[in-house]
C-alpha cells in the first residue's frame, strides 16, 4: 500500500501539478490570503529587511497573484519590487491588480526561481512567503539567492511550523477566512515540508548564510527564517559600510535645501540624522520621570549658511558618523535618528543631504557644535 499512497503524494506535490493547481485557483488563494493574521505576516517579515540606500531592491520570490509584493510596497515606499512566479495565472491578476501603480516600483516576472534572471549581486533582500517548503530543488534555490543577493543582503523566508494539525486555530476568535487560510496551508503542507526552527536554521547556514535567525511566526503556526549573504572576510566594518553606502548618490556642490522641499526631491522614504541623545542611556533603563532630548547635527558654512546634516539612507549616515568620529568632529553624538521624510517640513532649517565630511572640509564648513532640536517622538521606531 505504500508504494500506491507514495507515489500519488509524489504526483501532487510536482511541479507540474503545483503550476496546475496554482493556475486555476487564483480568485480562492487571493481570498484567504487577504486576512490580517497573512498581512501582520508580510509586515513581520519587513522587519528583517537589511540596511540599504534610499530604494531598496527587494525580489519577492512565488508572489503569487502579488499580493505580498504589494503590501511590501505598502509598508515601505523605499522599495523597489521585482516579483517571480511561474504560474502564468498568478501573475496575471497580479498585473491587474497594481494598473495605475508607479511602474518603476514594480516589475512581474515569470520564471523558475532557483534560476533567478537577476545579476550577481544586485539585490537587497529576498522574500519568501510560502514557497520555500514546496521546492523539489530547495539547495538550488538557495545557492541562487546566495548568488543574486549583494554581501549584507538577507533572504527572509516563511514557511509552515512542524506540528500536529492545527485544529485549535478552530477553538480561537479568528475570522473564518483565517481560520480556512491556516488550515488550509498545512493541508497543503502534508504533502510537502513543514520545520522546525532548528531544521531552517541550519539548513539556511549549511547553505552559506550568516547572521542566521529563525523564529516562531504567525502565532506559532509558521517559521520566519533569515540569513544574510556573507561580506568578504578581510573587509573590515567600515568598509562593509562605505561599499553600501557608495552605491548612493552623494551631494558634490553642498547646495542647502529648505526642509520643505526635501519630501519632493528625495527618493525612498527617510532620512536619517546625526543625534546627541541626553540622558544617553537606552529606553529601558530610563527612569519614570526622566524624558529623552534629541539634538542633530548641523554645520556652518563660511559665509554663515547653518545647515541640518541628512541622509537619505542609513549607510550614508554612518559612514558619515564613522569618518566625522575618526576627524574629532561632531563631539556628543551618539545616535542615527531615522524619520519619515514627510516630517522635515516642521524643521525649520536649510538641509545638506548625503554631504561627505571631505567635501565639507575643503569648502570650509564648519562644526561649532550648534545642534538642531529633533522631536523623539517624530520619529521611526520598531525596526530590526
Wanted: proline fraction near 6%; charged fraction near 20%.
Amino acid at each position: 500500500m505504500s508504494f500506491p499512497s507514495n507515489l500519488l503524494s509524489r504526483t501532487i506535490a510536482s511541479p507540474r501539478a503545483t503550476r496546475f493547481f496554482f493556475d486555476r485557483v487564483v480568485p480562492l488563494y487571493r481570498w484567504l490570503t487577504n486576512n490580517p493574521m497573512w498581512l501582520g505576516s508580510l509586515q513581520e517579515m519587513s522587519r528583517h529587511f537589511p540596511p540599504s540606500t534610499s530604494q531598496l531592491r527587494l525580489l519577492d520570490v512565488g508572489c503569487g497573484h502579488g499580493n505580498s509584493t504589494r503590501q511590501f510596497l505598502e509598508l515601505r515606499s523605499d522599495v523597489e519590487a521585482f516579483g517571480i512566479d511561474f504560474s502564468a495565472g498568478m501573475l496575471t491578476t497580479a498585473k491587474r491588480m497594481t494598473e495605475g501603480s508607479p511602474q518603476d516600483r514594480v516589475h512581474w516576472l515569470q520564471g523558475d526561481i532557483t534560476r533567478l534572471p537577476m545579476p550577481d549581486n544586485s539585490i537587497d533582500a529576498i522574500t519568501g512567503h510560502s514557497v520555500y517548503y514546496m521546492l523539489a530543488d530547495q539547495a538550488g534555490f538557495l545557492g541562487e539567492c546566495l548568488r543574486v543577493l549583494r554581501p549584507g543582503g538577507r533572504l527572509i523566508l516563511l514557511d509552515p511550523a512542524q506540528r500536529n494539525f492545527p485544529l485549535d486555530v478552530l477553538r480561537t476568535q479568528h475570522a473564518i477566512r483565517v481560520k480556512l487560510a491556516v488550515l488550509s496551508w498545512h493541508t497543503v503542507s502534508l504533502m510537502h515540508q513543514r520545520f522546525t526552527l532548528e531544521e531552517m536554521a541550519r539548513r539556511l547556514e549549511a547553505a552559506g548564510f550568516a547572521r542566521v535567525l529563525s523564529e516562531n511566526a504567525v502565532e506559532g503556526y509558521g517559521v520566519l527564517s533569515r540569513g544574510e549573504k556573507p561580506y568578504a572576510e578581510d573587509q573590515s566594518t567600515i568598509e562593509r559600510v562605505q561599499q553600501i553606502a557608495n552605491t548612493e548618490a552623494t551631494t558634490s556642490d553642498l547646495t542647502s535645501i529648505p526642509a520643505i522641499n526635501v519630501p519632493e526631491i528625495t527618493r525612498g522614504r527617510n532620512l536619517f540624522l546625526l543625534v546627541k541623545q541626553t540622558p544617553n542611556k537606552p529606553a529601558w533603563a530610563l527612569k519614570p520621570d526622566e524624558s529623552i532630548r534629541w539634538d542633530a547635527a548641523t554645520m556652518r558654512s563660511s559665509s554663515g549658511v547653518r545647515c541640518l546634516l541628512a541622509f537619505t539612507s542609513l549607510p550614508k549616515a554612518v559612514e558619515f558618523m564613522q569618518s566625522a568620529v575618526l576627524a574629532n568632529h561632531l563631539a556628543g553624538i551618539n545616535k542615527v535618528a531615522k524619520f519619515e521624510k514627510s516630517v522635515a517640513p516642521s524643521w525649520v532649517i536649510d538641509m545638506l543631504l548625503n554631504p561627505t565630511l571631505a567635501a565639507l572640509n575643503a569648502a570650509g564648513w564648519q562644526d561649532q557644535q550648534e545642534m538642531f532640536t529633533v522631536d523623539p517622538a517624530a520619529a521611526v521606531t520598531g525596526d530590526e
